[in-house]
């Protein structure tokens, strides 16, 4: 170990190749000067009022939290897992410095939606606008949003929320200008290279000139050797379906996903406010429109129990519906509007049916499992996190905002309120909060690749979300 030593110093001059990040607690003045001050502001915004000495110690963690998980490191300096990609300061999910424990201290692509929630609705919005030009930034040097703002994660990237995000700043209230304009362009040009890419030129494309004909506008993740690599792409990184049909399925959450972002800059074109160009607008109104019916066509299933939104297989000998109980294929279709009302209905009865516990929905359903596509339970390297019984805050969260689009409003509050006394009263337990929790009292979580992961970034911006919403509803206990 000596001479490992001895020899970088002699070479380098230094033993230490990554210095500490630089904490950013001064970003924070949004909310105040001091930590009094930002709670009882934070308190403010998200509930109005003031709330019990129980939840204060939890407003007072999240501020905590924000500051040790706020970052920034010099662009293309040596990060803890590669060169940092990030040109602004962002959040890391754990807030964890320490390299010699694993973590995550990178900023993530899908994990920075949510956690932008938490920071729009405390105000935070030249902070969480910098988080989504760190992405767009990247694109436009390497042609790729990652899955991580660190070289070793450019092999793949993630579920692009970057529309979203814009939408969210500027109906919160943040100006629209060139920046934004330019943020929309990279976002507009990310979507006709890495997702929509038949007739590019590229060699590894998702989208075959076999596959456009037969599905239309449907796409599906990259073509990797390793279908792990294919379920960090999908976001839910360990999980049974990527595991098995790797990229040759059609995923239902990834085209919902675009179809919302497709949706979005219909929505953004058509406002005198910001986009104002008719001709790009009418152009995604049909691109919508077409997609719209692709979708349907491909993945309606009307197969006994499985009937709802189904991942299709493109796999010869398993051509098809992939009749799996996998709850991302149930609400992503609801959070982007592309179910009709009474399939609304049918996936809101599948949810309470099949993956409701007492305190939330678990990602995948034991009961659809059985007799189906992937019968056969995770185990060894893959019992995987992304499966029964664990309920993922970013899930719990695209599900009430799906509900609440078909007007299930009163069914959505009663799963938000559940799920916070949970996490509540969690909170009490472990002094913080976890990357992801079981669906019931009667489970444990299963721990995956790498154990419950405390912190936790998209966790906070899920539960300021919920608690604002039940606040506004009168819902909230003290």
Same mark, same amino acid.
């Given at each position: 170990?000596?001479?490992?030593?001895?020899?970088?110093?002699?070479?380098?001059?230094?033993?230490?190749?990554?210095?500490?990040?630089?904490?950013?607690?001064?970003?924070?003045?949004?909310?105040?000067?001091?930590?009094?001050?930002?709670?009882?502001?934070?308190?403010?915004?998200?509930?109005?009022?003031?709330?019990?000495?129980?939840?204060?110690?939890?407003?007072?963690?999240?501020?905590?939290?924000?500051?040790?998980?706020?970052?920034?490191?010099?662009?293309?300096?040596?990060?803890?897992?590669?060169?940092?990609?990030?040109?602004?300061?962002?959040?890391?999910?754990?807030?964890?410095?320490?390299?010699?424990?694993?973590?995550?201290?990178?900023?993530?692509?899908?994990?920075?939606?949510?956690?932008?929630?938490?920071?729009?609705?405390?105000?935070?919005?030249?902070?969480?606008?910098?988080?989504?030009?760190?992405?767009?930034?990247?694109?436009?040097?390497?042609?790729?949003?990652?899955?991580?703002?660190?070289?070793?994660?450019?092999?793949?990237?993630?579920?692009?929320?970057?529309?979203?995000?814009?939408?969210?700043?500027?109906?919160?209230?943040?100006?629209?200008?060139?920046?934004?304009?330019?943020?929309?362009?990279?976002?507009?040009?990310?979507?006709?290279?890495?997702?929509?890419?038949?007739?590019?030129?590229?060699?590894?494309?998702?989208?075959?000139?076999?596959?456009?004909?037969?599905?239309?506008?449907?796409?599906?993740?990259?073509?990797?050797?390793?279908?792990?690599?294919?379920?960090?792409?999908?976001?839910?990184?360990?999980?049974?379906?990527?595991?098995?049909?790797?990229?040759?399925?059609?995923?239902?959450?990834?085209?919902?996903?675009? $179809? +919302?972002?497709? #949706? /979005? %800059?219909? *929505?953004?074109?058509?406002?005198?406010?910001? @986009?104002?160009?008719?001709?790009?607008?009418?152009?995604?109104?049909?691109?919508?429109?077409?997609?719209?019916?692709?979708?349907?066509?491909?993945?309606?299933?009307?197969?006994?129990?499985?009937?709802? $939104? +189904?991942?299709? #297989? /493109? %796999?010869? *000998?398993?051509?098809?519906?992939?009749?799996? @109980?996998?709850?991302?294929?149930?609400?992503?279709?609801?959070?982007?509007?592309?179910?009709?009302?009474?399939?609304?209905?049918?996936?809101?009865?599948?949810?309470?049916?099949?993956?409701?516990?007492?305190?939330?929905?678990?990602?995948?359903?034991?009961?659809?499992?059985?007799?189906?596509?992937?019968?056969?339970?995770?185990?060894?390297?893959?019992?995987?996190?992304?499966?029964?019984?664990?309920?993922?805050?970013?899930?719990?969260?695209?599900?009430?905002?799906?509900?609440?689009?078909?007007?299930?409003?009163?069914?959505?509050?009663?799963?938000?309120?559940?799920?916070?006394?949970?996490?509540?009263?969690?909170?009490?337990?472990?002094?913080?909060?976890?990357?992801?929790?079981?669906?019931?009292?009667?489970?444990?979580?299963?721990?995956?690749?790498?154990?419950?992961?405390?912190?936790?970034?998209?966790?906070?911006?899920?539960?300021?979300?919920?608690?604002?919403?039940?606040?506004?509803?009168?819902?909230?206990?003290?």
């Amino acid at each position: 170990m000596d001479l490992i030593l001895q020899l970088r110093q002699k070479i380098l001059g230094k033993t230490t190749t990554v210095n500490p990040s630089q904490l950013k607690k001064d970003l924070y003045q949004f909310l105040g000067s001091t930590k009094e001050k930002r709670v009882d502001t934070l308190i403010k915004k998200v509930i109005g009022t003031q709330t019990s000495e129980k939840r204060k110690k939890i407003f007072e963690h999240i501020i905590d939290f924000w500051e040790c998980s706020t970052i920034e490191v010099g662009y293309k300096e040596p990060g803890f897992k590669g060169l940092n990609l990030a040109k602004r300061p962002f959040l890391t999910p754990t807030g964890s410095n320490d390299s010699s424990v694993f973590a995550f201290d990178e900023q993530y692509r899908w994990d920075t939606f949510f956690q932008n929630k938490g920071l729009i609705l405390a105000g935070g919005f030249n902070l969480a606008f910098g988080q989504v030009m760190n992405l767009t930034d990247v694109f436009q040097e390497f042609k790729r949003i990652p899955n991580a703002l660190s070289i070793p994660f450019l092999s793949r990237p993630q579920p692009p929320f970057e529309m979203m995000m814009i939408m969210d700043l500027l109906k919160g209230g943040f100006k629209h200008d060139e920046k934004i304009r330019l943020v929309v362009n990279v976002i507009e040009e990310e979507l006709v290279t890495e997702w929509f890419d038949y007739g590019t030129g590229k060699q590894n494309c998702r989208q075959s000139k076999d596959l456009v004909e037969k599905y239309g506008l449907l796409t599906r993740y990259e073509p990797h050797s390793n279908p792990f690599i294919v379920g960090c792409e999908d976001g839910k990184d360990h999980n049974w379906i990527t595991a098995t049909y790797s990229f040759e399925h059609l995923p239902v959450q990834l085209n919902a996903i675009l $179809f +919302r972002a497709i #949706s /979005l %800059l219909f *929505e953004y074109y058509s406002s005198l406010n910001w @986009g104002n160009d008719a001709m790009k607008a009418e152009l995604y109104h049909d691109y919508k429109k077409k997609m719209s019916r692709d979708f349907q066509k491909v993945f309606w299933c009307e197969t006994g129990k499985w009937k709802g $939104f +189904r991942n299709y #297989s /493109l %796999l010869p *000998e398993k051509k098809g519906h992939i009749l799996y @109980g996998d709850l991302s294929s149930e609400i992503f279709p609801l959070f982007s509007n592309l179910a009709t009302v009474p399939q609304a209905e049918i996936i809101k009865k599948n949810l309470s049916r099949y993956y409701e516990g007492d305190i939330g929905f678990a990602a995948t359903s034991i009961k659809l499992r059985q007799g189906g596509s992937i019968p056969k339970k995770p185990s060894g390297q893959w019992k995987f996190q992304w499966e029964h019984p664990n309920c993922w805050p970013p899930l719990m969260f695209i599900a009430v905002e799906g509900l609440k689009n078909y007007g299930y409003i009163k069914e959505a509050l009663t799963y938000q309120k559940k799920w916070v006394e949970f996490v509540e009263e969690e909170f009490d337990r472990i002094l913080g909060f976890a990357e992801k929790y079981p669906y019931s009292r009667n489970t444990k979580v299963e721990p995956g690749y790498y154990r419950v992961m405390k912190g936790f970034g998209w966790t906070i911006g899920v539960y300021l979300q919920f608690i604002y919403d039940l606040s506004k509803e009168g819902l909230l206990l003290n």
